[in-house]
Protein backbone atom coordinates (compact mmCIF):
# COMPACT_ATOMS: atom_id res chain seq x y z
CA UNK A 1 0.00 0.00 0.00
CA UNK A 2 1.70 3.37 -0.95
CA UNK A 3 0.52 7.30 0.03
CA UNK A 4 1.64 9.34 -3.22
CA UNK A 5 1.46 13.27 -3.62
CA UNK A 6 1.74 14.94 -6.82
CA UNK A 7 1.13 18.39 -7.83
CA UNK A 8 2.58 21.78 -8.64
CA UNK A 9 2.92 24.89 -6.51
CA UNK A 10 4.69 28.33 -6.87
CA UNK A 11 7.70 26.95 -6.89
CA UNK A 12 7.61 24.55 -10.03
CA UNK A 13 5.25 26.23 -11.98
CA UNK A 14 4.05 29.37 -13.52
CA UNK A 15 0.68 30.92 -12.87
CA UNK A 16 -0.59 30.15 -16.03
CA UNK A 17 -0.05 26.94 -15.67
CA UNK A 18 -1.14 26.36 -12.29
CA UNK A 19 -3.90 28.28 -13.59
CA UNK A 20 -4.50 25.79 -16.23
CA UNK A 21 -4.33 22.99 -13.52
CA UNK A 22 -6.54 24.37 -10.96
CA UNK A 23 -9.76 22.14 -10.24
CA UNK A 24 -12.68 24.64 -9.85
CA UNK A 25 -15.06 24.01 -7.02
CA UNK A 26 -17.57 22.84 -9.40
CA UNK A 27 -15.27 20.17 -11.15
CA UNK A 28 -13.52 19.09 -7.74
CA UNK A 29 -16.07 16.16 -7.15
CA UNK A 30 -16.30 15.03 -10.35
CA UNK A 31 -12.15 14.95 -10.09
CA UNK A 32 -12.69 12.62 -7.25
CA UNK A 33 -15.64 10.48 -8.04
CA UNK A 34 -13.03 10.04 -11.38
CA UNK A 35 -9.42 9.12 -9.76
CA UNK A 36 -11.21 6.55 -7.64
CA UNK A 37 -13.69 4.94 -10.02
CA UNK A 38 -11.33 4.84 -13.20
CA UNK A 39 -8.94 2.69 -10.61
CA UNK A 40 -5.85 5.20 -9.82
CA UNK A 41 -6.05 4.46 -6.30
CA UNK A 42 -8.32 3.84 -3.55
CA UNK A 43 -8.38 7.23 -1.40
CA UNK A 44 -8.35 10.25 -2.29
CA UNK A 45 -8.11 14.12 -1.73
CA UNK A 46 -7.16 16.99 -4.11
CA UNK A 47 -5.83 20.32 -2.97
CA UNK A 48 -6.42 22.87 -5.09
CA UNK A 49 -5.34 26.57 -4.59
CA UNK A 50 -4.21 29.98 -6.45
CA UNK A 51 -0.64 28.79 -5.12
CA UNK A 52 -0.88 24.80 -6.00
CA UNK A 53 -2.56 21.85 -7.26
CA UNK A 54 -1.93 18.49 -5.39
CA UNK A 55 -3.59 15.02 -5.72
CA UNK A 56 -3.35 13.06 -2.72
CA UNK A 57 -3.92 9.27 -3.06
CA UNK A 58 -3.81 6.05 -1.08
CA UNK A 59 -3.47 2.19 -2.34
CA UNK A 60 -2.02 -0.39 -4.04
CA UNK A 61 0.31 -0.50 -6.81
CA UNK A 62 -0.47 4.03 -7.44
CA UNK A 63 1.43 4.48 -10.58
CA UNK A 64 2.40 8.47 -10.79
CA UNK A 65 3.20 8.15 -14.59
CA UNK A 66 -0.72 6.75 -14.73
CA UNK A 67 -2.05 9.64 -12.56
CA UNK A 68 0.10 11.91 -14.54
CA UNK A 69 -1.96 10.85 -17.89
CA UNK A 70 -4.80 11.39 -15.57
CA UNK A 71 -4.43 15.40 -14.64
CA UNK A 72 -3.26 16.08 -17.98
CA UNK A 73 -6.63 14.50 -19.57
CA UNK A 74 -9.22 15.92 -16.93
CA UNK A 75 -7.90 19.21 -17.66
CA UNK A 76 -7.13 19.15 -21.49
CA UNK A 77 -3.47 19.82 -20.91
CA UNK A 78 -0.55 18.50 -23.01
CA UNK A 79 1.57 15.96 -21.12
CA UNK A 80 4.45 16.98 -22.71
CA UNK A 81 3.49 20.72 -21.18
CA UNK A 82 3.72 19.09 -17.43
CA UNK A 83 7.60 17.75 -17.68
CA UNK A 84 9.89 19.31 -15.30
CA UNK A 85 6.58 21.07 -13.76
CA UNK A 86 5.42 18.44 -11.89
CA UNK A 87 6.99 16.80 -7.97
CA UNK A 88 6.32 13.75 -6.49
CA UNK A 89 6.25 12.43 -3.02
CA UNK A 90 5.67 8.31 -1.48
CA UNK A 91 4.79 7.10 1.53
CA UNK A 92 6.89 8.92 4.45
CA UNK A 93 7.97 12.03 2.02
CA UNK A 94 3.72 12.16 1.17
CA UNK A 95 3.13 12.49 4.86
CA UNK A 96 5.67 14.85 5.10
CA UNK A 97 4.98 17.18 2.26
CA UNK A 98 1.12 17.55 3.49
CA UNK A 99 2.25 18.10 7.34
CA UNK A 100 4.33 21.03 5.52
CA UNK A 101 1.83 22.98 3.79
CA UNK A 102 -0.65 22.17 6.18
CA UNK A 103 1.60 24.04 8.59
CA UNK A 104 2.70 27.06 6.04
CA UNK A 105 6.22 25.40 5.36
CA UNK A 106 5.58 25.53 1.86
CA UNK A 107 3.84 28.98 1.50
CA UNK A 108 4.69 31.77 -0.68
CA UNK A 109 4.58 33.36 2.82
CA UNK A 110 6.40 31.12 5.10
CA UNK A 111 3.73 30.34 8.38
CA UNK A 112 0.98 31.94 6.64
CA UNK A 113 -2.40 30.29 8.44
CA UNK A 114 -4.80 30.69 5.26
CA UNK A 115 -3.21 27.06 4.02
CA UNK A 116 -5.16 24.88 6.96
CA UNK A 117 -8.14 26.41 6.37
CA UNK A 118 -7.52 25.06 2.71
CA UNK A 119 -6.49 21.99 3.24
CA UNK A 120 -9.51 21.32 5.94
CA UNK A 121 -11.43 22.11 2.66
CA UNK A 122 -10.25 19.87 0.64
CA UNK A 123 -10.46 16.74 3.09
CA UNK A 124 -14.00 17.57 3.97
CA UNK A 125 -15.30 17.84 0.03
CA UNK A 126 -13.30 14.80 -0.08
CA UNK A 127 -14.57 13.18 2.87
CA UNK A 128 -18.16 13.76 1.56
CA UNK A 129 -17.48 12.07 -1.79
CA UNK A 130 -16.76 9.14 -0.01
CA UNK A 131 -13.03 9.36 -1.13
CA UNK A 132 -11.52 9.63 2.19
CA UNK A 133 -11.75 6.08 3.92
CA UNK A 134 -9.40 4.22 7.32
CA UNK A 135 -6.18 5.69 5.82
CA UNK A 136 -6.94 9.26 5.00
CA UNK A 137 -8.98 9.58 7.99
CA UNK A 138 -6.43 8.91 9.76
CA UNK A 139 -3.42 10.74 8.10
CA UNK A 140 -5.44 14.05 7.68
CA UNK A 141 -6.74 14.08 11.46
CA UNK A 142 -2.73 13.36 11.91
CA UNK A 143 -2.49 16.33 9.72
CA UNK A 144 -4.13 18.88 11.38
CA UNK A 145 -2.73 17.82 15.01
CA UNK A 146 0.65 18.24 13.81
CA UNK A 147 -0.17 22.20 12.28
CA UNK A 148 -1.98 22.90 15.61
CA UNK A 149 1.20 22.04 17.36
CA UNK A 150 3.48 23.63 15.44
CA UNK A 151 1.54 26.98 15.47
CA UNK A 152 1.05 26.60 19.17
CA UNK A 153 4.87 25.31 20.05
CA UNK A 154 6.70 27.65 17.41
CA UNK A 155 6.61 30.96 16.40
CA UNK A 156 5.68 30.16 13.08
CA UNK A 157 2.93 32.70 12.66
CA UNK A 158 3.59 35.09 15.49
CA UNK A 159 5.54 38.17 13.46
CA UNK A 160 4.04 40.22 10.32
CA UNK A 161 5.50 39.58 7.31
CA UNK A 162 3.84 41.86 4.91
CA UNK A 163 4.08 45.88 5.29
CA UNK A 164 0.26 45.89 5.33
CA UNK A 165 -0.15 43.45 8.40
CA UNK A 166 3.32 44.79 9.68
CA UNK A 167 1.90 48.33 9.54
CA UNK A 168 -1.37 46.88 11.56
CA UNK A 169 0.65 44.83 14.10
CA UNK A 170 2.68 48.29 15.12
CA UNK A 171 -0.55 50.12 15.40
CA UNK A 172 -1.88 47.49 17.75
CA UNK A 173 1.35 47.74 19.73
CA UNK A 174 0.97 51.23 20.75
CA UNK A 175 -2.47 51.35 21.34
CA UNK A 176 -2.86 47.53 22.63
CA UNK A 177 -6.57 47.13 21.09
CA UNK A 178 -8.48 49.03 18.60
CA UNK A 179 -11.64 49.77 20.71
CA UNK A 180 -12.76 53.14 20.91
CA UNK A 181 -9.61 54.06 18.57
CA UNK A 182 -10.45 55.82 14.97
CA UNK A 183 -8.63 54.50 12.01
CA UNK A 184 -8.22 56.77 8.64
CA UNK A 185 -7.32 54.64 6.16
CA UNK A 186 -6.27 56.98 2.81
CA UNK A 187 -6.14 55.05 -0.77
CA UNK A 188 -8.65 52.43 -2.01
CA UNK A 189 -5.78 50.09 -3.47
CA UNK A 190 -4.78 46.53 -2.72
CA UNK A 191 -2.88 48.03 -0.17
CA UNK A 192 -5.19 49.88 1.98
CA UNK A 193 -7.67 47.23 1.58
CA UNK A 194 -5.27 44.27 2.79
CA UNK A 195 -4.22 47.31 6.05
CA UNK A 196 -8.09 47.35 6.28
CA UNK A 197 -8.71 43.25 6.38
CA UNK A 198 -6.12 42.92 8.95
CA UNK A 199 -7.59 46.54 10.96
CA UNK A 200 -10.57 45.06 11.31
CA UNK A 201 -9.76 41.75 11.76
CA UNK A 202 -7.84 43.41 14.90
CA UNK A 203 -10.76 44.53 16.51
CA UNK A 204 -11.20 47.87 14.58
CA UNK A 205 -14.28 48.79 13.62
CA UNK A 206 -14.35 53.05 13.79
CA UNK A 207 -12.51 53.00 9.89
CA UNK A 208 -12.75 55.47 7.71
CA UNK A 209 -11.63 55.27 3.85
CA UNK A 210 -10.22 58.68 1.57
CA UNK A 211 -9.47 58.73 -1.65
CA UNK A 212 -9.54 60.73 -4.83
CA UNK A 213 -12.75 58.64 -5.70
CA UNK A 214 -15.23 58.03 -3.87
CA UNK A 215 -16.62 54.72 -5.61
CA UNK A 216 -13.74 52.92 -5.05
CA UNK A 217 -13.49 54.57 -1.38
CA UNK A 218 -16.98 52.01 -0.93
CA UNK A 219 -15.80 48.87 -2.52
CA UNK A 220 -13.43 48.79 0.32
CA UNK A 221 -15.53 50.60 2.78
CA UNK A 222 -18.03 47.93 2.28
CA UNK A 223 -16.62 45.31 2.85
CA UNK A 224 -15.95 46.31 6.36
CA UNK A 225 -18.66 48.69 7.30
CA UNK A 226 -16.39 51.58 7.08
CA UNK A 227 -17.67 55.09 6.52
CA UNK A 228 -16.07 56.87 3.18
CA UNK A 229 -14.73 60.58 2.86
CA UNK A 230 -12.55 62.45 -0.22
CA UNK A 231 -9.14 63.93 -0.12
CA UNK A 232 -10.29 67.12 0.65
CA UNK A 233 -11.98 65.80 4.01
CA UNK A 234 -8.85 64.69 5.47
CA UNK A 235 -7.82 67.13 7.53
CA UNK A 236 -11.46 67.03 9.19
CA UNK A 237 -11.56 63.30 9.77
CA UNK A 238 -7.79 63.45 11.74
CA UNK A 239 -9.01 65.73 14.07
CA UNK A 240 -10.51 62.25 15.29
CA UNK A 241 -7.99 59.96 13.66
CA UNK A 242 -5.87 57.88 16.30
CA UNK A 243 -4.29 55.96 13.59
CA UNK A 244 -3.72 56.56 9.84
CA UNK A 245 -2.37 55.00 7.32
CA UNK A 246 -1.73 55.72 3.63
CA UNK A 247 -1.29 54.32 0.50
CA UNK A 248 -1.99 55.99 -3.09
CA UNK A 249 -0.25 56.62 -6.20
CA UNK A 250 -0.27 59.95 -5.66
CA UNK A 251 2.78 62.00 -7.20
CA UNK A 252 2.98 64.24 -4.43
CA UNK A 253 2.41 64.45 -0.51
CA UNK A 254 -1.31 64.51 0.13
CA UNK A 255 -0.60 64.99 3.71
CA UNK A 256 1.95 67.83 4.94
CA UNK A 257 3.42 68.86 8.17
CA UNK A 258 1.49 72.09 8.42
CA UNK A 259 -1.95 69.90 8.10
CA UNK A 260 -0.60 67.77 10.95
CA UNK A 261 0.41 70.27 13.21
CA UNK A 262 -2.32 72.07 13.13
CA UNK A 263 -5.06 69.33 13.67
CA UNK A 264 -2.64 68.72 16.82
CA UNK A 265 -3.41 72.32 18.06
CA UNK A 266 -6.88 71.76 17.40
CA UNK A 267 -6.18 67.95 18.76
CA UNK A 268 -4.92 69.50 22.03
CA UNK A 269 -1.58 67.63 20.92
CA UNK A 270 -3.32 64.32 21.57
CA UNK A 271 -0.82 61.62 20.10
CA UNK A 272 -1.54 60.25 16.54
CA UNK A 273 -0.03 57.18 14.99
CA UNK A 274 0.74 57.23 10.99
CA UNK A 275 2.29 55.28 8.62
CA UNK A 276 2.75 55.90 5.40
CA UNK A 277 3.44 52.82 3.05
CA UNK A 278 3.50 55.18 -0.33
CA UNK A 279 6.57 54.82 -2.67
CA UNK A 280 6.25 58.27 -3.61
CA UNK A 281 5.60 59.45 -0.22
CA UNK A 282 1.74 60.26 0.60
CA UNK A 283 3.22 62.15 4.08
CA UNK A 284 6.28 64.58 4.21
CA UNK A 285 9.13 63.25 6.26
CA UNK A 286 9.01 66.48 8.32
CA UNK A 287 5.82 65.56 9.77
CA UNK A 288 7.95 62.82 11.90
CA UNK A 289 9.75 66.02 13.66
CA UNK A 290 6.37 67.07 15.81
CA UNK A 291 6.42 66.01 19.27
CA UNK A 292 3.29 63.92 19.09
CA UNK A 293 3.07 63.08 15.81
CA UNK A 294 4.76 59.31 15.05
CA UNK A 295 5.36 58.87 11.33
CA UNK A 296 6.60 55.19 10.19
CA UNK A 297 7.59 54.87 6.29
CA UNK A 298 7.41 51.77 4.20
CA UNK A 299 11.28 51.52 4.64
CA UNK A 300 10.93 51.43 8.60
CA UNK A 301 8.50 48.74 8.25
CA UNK A 302 10.92 46.48 5.52
CA UNK A 303 13.25 46.20 8.12
CA UNK A 304 10.19 44.80 10.82
CA UNK A 305 9.15 42.78 8.09
CA UNK A 306 12.88 41.07 7.63
CA UNK A 307 13.49 41.11 10.99
CA UNK A 308 10.27 39.16 11.44
CA UNK A 309 11.13 36.66 7.94
CA UNK A 310 14.29 35.90 9.45
CA UNK A 311 12.64 35.17 13.10
CA UNK A 312 9.95 32.71 11.11
CA UNK A 313 12.86 31.07 9.36
CA UNK A 314 14.26 30.25 12.49
CA UNK A 315 11.00 28.62 13.77
CA UNK A 316 10.30 27.17 10.80
CA UNK A 317 13.97 25.20 11.89
CA UNK A 318 11.63 23.97 15.32
CA UNK A 319 8.81 23.13 12.80
CA UNK A 320 10.82 21.17 11.06
CA UNK A 321 11.73 18.90 13.39
CA UNK A 322 8.25 18.14 14.87
CA UNK A 323 6.72 17.27 11.40
CA UNK A 324 9.73 15.06 10.72
CA UNK A 325 9.06 12.94 14.11
CA UNK A 326 5.06 12.56 13.49
CA UNK A 327 5.80 12.14 10.05
CA UNK A 328 8.18 8.68 11.12
CA UNK A 329 5.60 7.40 13.79
CA UNK A 330 2.83 7.70 11.87
CA UNK A 331 4.67 5.80 8.73
CA UNK A 332 5.65 3.09 11.60
CA UNK A 333 1.59 2.85 11.77
CA UNK A 334 1.32 2.59 7.98
CA UNK A 335 4.17 -0.53 8.13
CA UNK A 336 2.43 -1.94 10.94
CA UNK A 337 -0.87 -2.23 8.99
CA UNK A 338 1.45 -4.08 5.94
CA UNK A 339 2.39 -6.53 9.44
CA UNK A 340 -1.44 -6.90 10.19
CA UNK A 341 -2.09 -7.92 6.62
CA UNK A 342 0.84 -10.91 6.47
CA UNK A 343 -0.67 -12.26 9.78
CA UNK A 344 -4.23 -12.32 8.23
CA UNK A 345 -2.59 -13.85 4.91
CA UNK A 346 -0.21 -16.53 7.52
CA UNK A 347 -3.46 -17.28 9.56
CA UNK A 348 -5.72 -18.11 6.44
CA UNK A 349 -3.33 -19.83 4.80
CA UNK A 350 -2.72 -22.42 7.98
CA UNK A 351 -6.35 -22.53 8.24
CA UNK A 352 -6.59 -23.68 4.40
CA UNK A 353 -4.43 -26.40 5.17
CA UNK A 354 -6.09 -27.78 8.43
CA UNK A 355 -9.45 -27.18 6.40
CA UNK A 356 -8.23 -29.04 3.84
CA UNK A 357 -6.81 -32.21 5.62
CA UNK A 358 -9.52 -32.22 7.75
CA UNK A 359 -12.01 -32.41 5.11
CA UNK A 360 -10.20 -35.60 3.58
CA UNK A 361 -9.77 -37.00 7.11
CA UNK A 362 -13.62 -36.71 7.52
CA UNK A 363 -14.34 -38.48 4.36
CA UNK A 364 -12.21 -41.56 5.13
CA UNK A 365 -13.79 -41.92 8.47
CA UNK A 366 -17.20 -41.86 6.56
CA UNK A 367 -15.84 -44.43 4.02
CA UNK A 368 -15.42 -46.77 7.25
CA UNK A 369 -11.54 -46.26 7.37
CA UNK A 370 -9.47 -47.49 10.51
CA UNK A 371 -10.07 -44.15 12.74
CA UNK A 372 -6.24 -44.43 14.81
CA UNK A 373 -4.76 -45.00 11.32
CA UNK A 374 -6.68 -41.45 9.82
CA UNK A 375 -5.55 -39.65 12.95
CA UNK A 376 -2.03 -40.55 12.67
CA UNK A 377 -2.14 -39.46 8.81
CA UNK A 378 -3.59 -36.12 9.86
CA UNK A 379 -1.10 -35.51 12.20
CA UNK A 380 1.30 -36.25 9.96
CA UNK A 381 0.19 -34.41 7.11
CA UNK A 382 -0.84 -31.44 8.92
CA UNK A 383 2.75 -31.28 10.74
CA UNK A 384 4.90 -32.13 7.76
CA UNK A 385 2.81 -29.27 5.67
CA UNK A 386 2.50 -26.77 8.66
CA UNK A 387 6.51 -27.41 9.26
CA UNK A 388 7.73 -27.13 5.66
CA UNK A 389 8.37 -23.64 4.58
CA UNK A 390 10.41 -23.14 8.07
CA UNK A 391 12.43 -26.25 7.32
CA UNK A 392 13.13 -25.08 4.12
CA UNK A 393 14.07 -21.83 5.57
CA UNK A 394 16.32 -23.35 8.24
CA UNK A 395 18.19 -25.52 5.39
CA UNK A 396 18.99 -22.55 3.11
CA UNK A 397 20.56 -20.29 5.89
CA UNK A 398 22.43 -22.91 7.35
CA UNK A 399 23.87 -23.77 3.54
CA UNK A 400 24.85 -19.61 3.06
CA UNK A 401 26.12 -19.99 7.05
CA UNK A 402 23.42 -16.83 7.48
CA UNK A 403 23.99 -16.82 11.67
CA UNK A 404 21.81 -13.77 11.51
CA UNK A 405 19.08 -15.34 9.33
CA UNK A 406 19.20 -18.35 11.40
CA UNK A 407 18.87 -16.44 15.34
CA UNK A 408 15.76 -14.70 13.55
CA UNK A 409 14.31 -17.74 12.58
CA UNK A 410 14.64 -19.59 15.16
CA UNK A 411 13.32 -16.61 17.41
CA UNK A 412 10.18 -16.82 15.35
CA UNK A 413 9.77 -20.59 15.40
CA UNK A 414 10.42 -20.64 19.00
CA UNK A 415 13.32 -22.81 19.07
CA UNK A 416 15.71 -22.62 22.29
Not at 77 to 83: N, S
Amino acid sequence: MTVLALGINHKTASVELRERLAFTPERLSEALESVVTDGLCDEAVILSTCNRTEIYCFGENINSETLTSWLADFHLVPEPDLDQHLYVQKDVSATTHLMRVASGLDSMVLGEPQILGQVKQAYQQAKSMGTVKTYFERMFQQVFSVAKKVRTETDIAVNAVSVAYAAVTLAKQVFGSFDNKKVLLVGAGETIELVAKHIFEQGAKDIVVANRTLSKAKLVAEQFAAKTCTIAQIPDQMLEADVVISSTASTLPIIGKGMVENVLKRRKHRPMFLVDLAVPRDIESQVAELDDAYLYTVDDLQEIVAQNMQARTEAAEDAEVIIQEKANIFDDWLNSLESVDLIRDYRDQSLAIKDELLERAINQLQSGNDVEQILKELANKLTNKLIHAPTSALKDAAEKQNVQELTAIKAVLGIR
